[in-house]
Nanobody, 121 residues
Framework: QVQLVESGGGLVQPGGSLRLSCAAS????????MGWYRQAPGKQRELVATITSGGNPNYADSAKGRFTISRDNAKNTIYLQMNSLKPEDTAVYYCNADVWRYFSPTYSFYWGQGTQVTVSS
């Protein structure tokens, strides 16, 4: 099995910063892309940022210039540094990874359990 565990969420004032972490563990042979998604109440889950195994990032327009995704392949961990947070960034943030498990013929997507980010004064 594969587990993705997020951490770092919380309550922050507008303009503040948070750093999210997501660590993948389990029967992992290789990880392709990893990413962050978020879901606000009453809305669909949306992409925030992704990063390839080579470290190439991709951002949603809402994240560009404020969020930075990074990756530590040795730890199977990604990070999301979020600056200049706005109330509209309030959501549950989910980690996603494209994982090749041992004894599996192909890659499969896995999700973390999510971490709440609330931006409010």
């Amino acid at each position: 099995q594969v587990q993705l565990v997020e951490s770092g969420g919380g309550l922050v004032q507008p303009g503040g910063s948070l750093r999210l972490s997501c660590a993948a563990s389990g029967s992992i042979r290789s990880i392709n892309a990893m990413g962050w998604y978020r879901q606000a109440p009453g809305k669909q889950r949306e992409l925030v940022a992704t990063i390839t195994s080579g470290g190439n990032p991709n951002y949603a327009d809402s994240a560009k210039g404020r969020f930075t995704i990074s990756r530590d392949n040795a730890k199977n961990t990604i990070y999301l540094q979020m600056n200049s947070l706005k109330p509209e960034d309030t959501a549950v943030y989910y980690c996603n990874a494209d994982v090749w498990r041992y004894f599996s013929p192909t890659y499969s997507f896995y999700w973390g359990q999510g971490t709440q980010v609330t931006v409010s004064s």
